[in-house]
């Protein structure tokens, strides 16, 4: 008698906390307080993801200038990584293209448009965000994976699962697709919440995509599969990864040294090694040579 009906008590305290947690999420990304749209904002449709960044300047506010001067062309379906040491000012440079911040000084656009003059919401609609820490919410693996595109079927959920590696670990659950995560639910581990976070965004498909590459450490087979899955990914998409790791920045297109909020060197892994400059200094350092 008690269990049931313990269960029943689970559900309904399970269900509404499941909702403000994604409710919450929702929220978390879509107030925005500082920035609004311009009057005149115009919605985009799907962007090929041309990006440039022109005479780029930024300080949060506290008058240090964290970036000066930064030009960057990103060519559409093009994979840069940005390298650097701590504090270089790798992450503020990605944070500026989904306006998380607004540049104090020049400009970037995405195909020849200024992003200002986009709407926020069709301007994110192109960009699918990988970072380190996984948000995920009180709630279904389905919800998870679906969220950002609620009117995503069963079939399209299950393929982006398939697709960020993940349809094993389903498999695996008590109800599959349906197996309640987060604090009341099943815990999952490091490796499953990346791959769980690249479903996402095989479901979202936008043309744009930002990496934020994990600094925790996963275990190496983990790490290689989720690597192969963020690869998979970035096929045909405007990528810029923000890179800890040597497996990434040999898959990169181009390299892009960032120091003092500036680009000081930049061009293939090859080419930056065998010139005499930072790029070489720092593949040295982590590769232990
Ligand atoms: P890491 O490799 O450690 O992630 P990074 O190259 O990504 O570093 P950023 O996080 O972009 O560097 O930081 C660039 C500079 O901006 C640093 O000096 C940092 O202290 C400062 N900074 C970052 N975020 C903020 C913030 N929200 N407010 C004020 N200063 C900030």
Same mark, same amino acid.
């Given at each position: 008698?008690?269990?049931?009906l313990?269960?029943?008590?689970?559900?309904?305290e399970?269900y509404p906390?499941g909702?403000?947690?994604f409710?919450r999420?929702?929220k978390?990304?879509?107030?925005?307080?500082?920035?609004a749209d311009?009057?005149? +904002?115009?919605?985009?449709?799907? &962007?090929?993801?041309? @990006?440039?960044? =022109?005479? %780029?300047?930024f300080?949060y506010g506290?008058?240090?200038?964290?970036l000066s001067?930064l030009?960057?062309?990103?060519?559409?379906g093009?994979t840069v990584?940005?390298?650097?040491?701590?504090g270089a000012?790798?992450?503020?440079?990605?944070s500026?293209?989904p306006r998380?911040y607004?540049?104090?000084?020049?400009?970037?656009?995405i195909?020849g448009?200024d992003i200002r003059?986009?709407t926020?919401?069709?301007?994110?609609?192109?960009?699918g965000?990988?970072?380190?820490?996984?948000?995920?919410?009180?709630?279904?693996?389905?919800?998870n994976?679906?969220?950002?595109r609620?009117d995503?079927?069963e079939?399209e959920?299950?393929?982006?699962?398939r697709?960020a590696r993940?349809?094993?670990v389903i +498999?695996?659950?008590?109800?599959g &697709?349906?197996?309640? @995560?987060?604090? =009341?639910? %099943?815990k999952?581990s490091?490796?499953?919440?990346?791959?769980?976070?690249i479903?996402?965004?095989f479901l979202?498909?936008?043309p744009?995509?930002?990496?934020d590459?994990?600094?925790?450490?996963?275990?190496?087979?983990?790490e290689r599969?989720?690597?192969q899955?963020?690869s998979?990914?970035?096929?045909?998409?405007?990528?810029?990864?923000?890179?800890?790791?040597?497996a990434?920045?040999?898959?990169?297109?181009?390299?892009?040294?960032?120091?003092d909020?500036r680009?000081v060197e930049?061009?293939?892994h090859?080419?930056?090694?065998a010139s005499?400059?930072?790029?070489?200094?720092?593949?040295?350092?982590?590769s232990?040579a």
């Amino acid at each position: 008698f008690f269990r049931p009906l313990d269960m029943i008590n689970t559900v309904i305290e399970m269900y509404p906390k499941g909702l403000a947690g994604f409710e919450r999420y929702r929220k978390f990304l879509e107030t925005e307080p500082d920035i609004a749209d311009r009057p005149g +904002a115009g919605v985009v449709d799907r &962007l090929k993801g041309d @990006i440039v960044y =022109r005479d %780029v300047a930024f300080d949060y506010g506290t008058g240090r200038r964290v970036l000066s001067g930064l030009n960057l062309a990103v060519k559409a379906g093009e994979t840069v990584a940005l390298v650097g040491p701590s504090g270089a000012g790798k992450t503020t440079i990605c944070s500026l293209l989904p306006r998380f911040y607004e540049v104090s000084e020049g400009s970037i656009s995405i195909d020849g448009m200024d992003i200002r003059d986009m709407t926020m919401k069709s301007l994110r609609s192109n960009i699918g965000i990988v970072q380190q820490d996984v948000f995920l919410f009180a709630g279904t693996i389905r919800e998870n994976i679906a969220y950002g595109r609620l009117d995503a079927s069963e079939n399209e959920i299950l393929e982006a699962a398939r697709r960020a590696r993940l349809e094993s670990v389903i +498999a695996a659950l008590p109800s599959g &697709l349906d197996t309640v @995560i987060g604090e =009341r639910g %099943v815990k999952l581990s490091g490796g499953q919440k990346q791959r769980l976070a690249i479903a996402r965004i095989f479901l979202k498909n936008p043309p744009i995509l930002i990496l934020d590459e994990a600094t925790s450490a996963l275990d190496t087979e983990t790490e290689r599969a989720i690597q192969q899955s963020l690869s998979d990914l970035s096929e045909g998409r405007t990528t810029l990864v923000i890179a800890h790791r040597l497996a990434t920045i040999a898959n990169a297109d181009r390299i892009l040294v960032v120091e003092d909020g500036r680009i000081v060197e930049e061009g293939n892994h090859a080419v930056l090694v065998a010139s005499d400059g930072r790029y070489r200094q720092l593949h040295a350092a982590q590769s232990g040579a």
